[in-house]
């Protein structure tokens, strides 16, 4: 794991330890008021045994936005960027092989630790990164899962944290998606003014394919997955048009392909969104469709070296 503490206003060294193990206050602000901002990310062992890591820049990024929306100093991204490729190097031997489909995830966290009974923002911040390796998200090959769209619990609110990643937004969530899961079905969250337009999977965005466009939602509340805004290049790259507007739920109606897109999975297919208020399923089919598997592989061929990184994405460590 690795370290770096902002304390008297500036950030220090960035450190190494093998104690995942972390003391803070029991009145640390990350635990009385969620004053927390977390990322995620993958570090791939390519083809040619080199190992990459897919766009750590844009989530260094992101990490400042969901800073500076809790209230947090922003981790500099060279920081960022020293921490987690120091975290990838210490922990080269946990890099999966190729072929495995299997990855080093990397989980940077950002906390406050001052202690406050008093509602108040603390002075003192952790940055923290920890590394694991994960297997394969579809240990049984590219496939689809079934959705349903819950209409009654608001992932978040239009100017509230819906766009940045923060604890919260997920914790909330955990009573729409736990119950979900356990039949075996990923949830459709709402936009949370009207519950009309779709918004996104919870831990991942959502798009669609409709008579051959790639159509994902524009909204205030969800996350900028980095997963979708390079699907949206990729498009671009393979002559497949692409919009990002507002998505009415019966649009699925007229939909060929749905998926979730995100790091966990990259695209994760969806083969029949439920919607239990209207009593009405859309099919997508079992099988993943011909735009998300082109998009897929597109994606893992730059992500495992198999093909030209044109865009610069992947920081090779
Ligand atoms: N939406 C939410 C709420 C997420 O937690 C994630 C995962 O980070 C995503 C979307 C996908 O974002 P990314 O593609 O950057 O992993």
């Known amino acids: 794991m690795v370290r770096c503490t902002y304390r008297n206003g500036r950030w220090g060294e960035v450190c190494l330890t093998s104690d995942f193990h972390i003391s803070i206050h029991a009145a640390a602000t990350a635990l009385q008021y969620a004053q927390e901002a977390f990322e995620g990310l993958k570090a791939f062992r390519g083809v040619d045994g080199q190992v990459r890591i897919f766009r750590p820049e844009a989530n260094a990024r992101r990490l400042q936005d969901s800073a500076r929306a ?9 920081k960022f960027m020293e921490a987690i490729t120091l975290c990838v190097e210490e922990n080269s031997d946990y890099i999966p092989p190729y072929g495995t489909g299997a990855t080093l995830y990397l989980r940077p966290i950002q906390i406050g630790v001052s202690p406050r009974v008093g509602v108040t923002s603390a002075e003192e911040f952790d940055f923290l990164c920890v590394a694991t390796p994960i297997g394969p998200y579809f240990p049984a090959g590219f496939g689809t899962t079934p959705f349903i769209i819950n209409r009654w619990i608001d992932r978040a609110a239009p100017y509230g944290t819906g766009q940045y990643k923060v604890g919260g937004n997920y914790a909330s969530a955990f009573r729409a998606t736990e119950p979900a899961h356990e039949q075996g079905l990923g949830v459709l969250f709402l936009d949370s ?86 009593s009405k399923t859309y099919d997508f089919g079992i099988a993943p469709g011909s735009v998300c598997c082109k998009l897929y592989h597109a994606l893992q061929d730059i992500q495992y070296g198999r093909a030209e990184d044109k865009h610069r994405w992947c920081v090779i460590v």
């Open 70 to 78: 809790m209230y947090m100093p922003p981790l500099p991204v060279e």
């Open 193 to 278: 003014t009207e519950h009309k337009y779709i918004d996104e999977c919870g831990g991942a965005n959502f798009f669609g394919v409709k008579d051959g466009v790639y159509v994902t939602p524009k909204s205030r509340c969800i996350l900028p997955s980095i997963t979708n805004r390079s699907l949206m290049t990729l498009c671009a790259d393979l002559g497949i048009p692409h919009e990002e507007r507002r998505i009415p739920v019966e649009e699925l109606a007229d939909m060929q392909e749905a998926a979730s897109c995100g790091t966990g999975a990259a695209i994760s297919p969806i083969s029949k969104i439920i919607d239990p208020d209207y």
